[in-house]
Structures are given as C-alpha cells and as structure tokens.
Nanobody, 119 residues
C-alpha cells in the first residue's frame, strides 16, 4: 500500500495557473505509472494526465498543450502544472499510482484536492 497526499489546489480565475503536487509514502519508481484524474460534480472520474515509469506521458485531449505532468523520483512526488484554466475544469483532482500485480494491477488514490476556476 502507499499513501498519496495532494496539495496545491485552490481557487483561481479563468486563464490562471495552478501547480498540483502529490507526495507518495514510498518510492514512485516501483509504480507502473503515476497520474492525475479529476471528477466534477455529477460526472465520472476522468484521466487528465499520466506518466509511465519510463517517462512516457499521456494527456486528455482537452488539456494537451496546457497541462504538464512531471515527477521527482528523489522526492517521490508527481506534479501537474496547469495553465489557461477554464471554469469547466473545476473538479476534485486525484493523484493516482498504478502498480502491476500478477495478471492485474492495483490503483492507489489520494484523497483528492479541490480546484475551482472562477469565471
């Protein structure tokens, strides 16, 4: 098991920027991937960005070119730099760590952090 603690959320105006951080309780190099997901009220949780242990990144189409995911293996942390934020991106943002198990995988989640973009 791993504990994931998010920080850096808050209130920002449309077009503003925020940097989310997620600190893991153990080495993130042991995980297949780290990522950020979000869930808006009344909607399903969706992938925002992920980064594999090899450094390959994936982004939702809606955030491509505006968000950047990165990791710090020394600090066991993953970050999400968000720019040009839009009101519809108001949501709870969750940190994810995916680890491979025998023939399956396990998703570990943080408690979530609120991001509110005012119009």
């Amino acid at each position: 098991q791993v504990q994931l603690v998010e920080s850096g959320g808050g209130l920002v105006q449309t077009g503003g920027s925020l940097r989310l951080s997620c600190s893991a309780s153990r080495s993130i190099s042991s995980f297949n991937s780290m990522g950020w997901y979000r869930q808006a009220p009344g909607k399903q949780r969706e992938m925002v960005a992920t980064i594999t242990s090899c450094g390959v990144t994936y982004y939702a189409d809606s955030v491509e070119d505006r968000f950047t995911i990165s990791t710090d293996n020394v600090k066991n942390a993953v970050f999400l730099q968000m720019t040009s934020l839009k009101p519809e991106e108001t949501a709870l943002y969750y940190c994810n760590a995916r680890e491979n198990l025998y023939f399956t995988y396990r998703d570990n989640w943080g408690q979530g952090i609120q991001v509110t973009v005012s119009s």
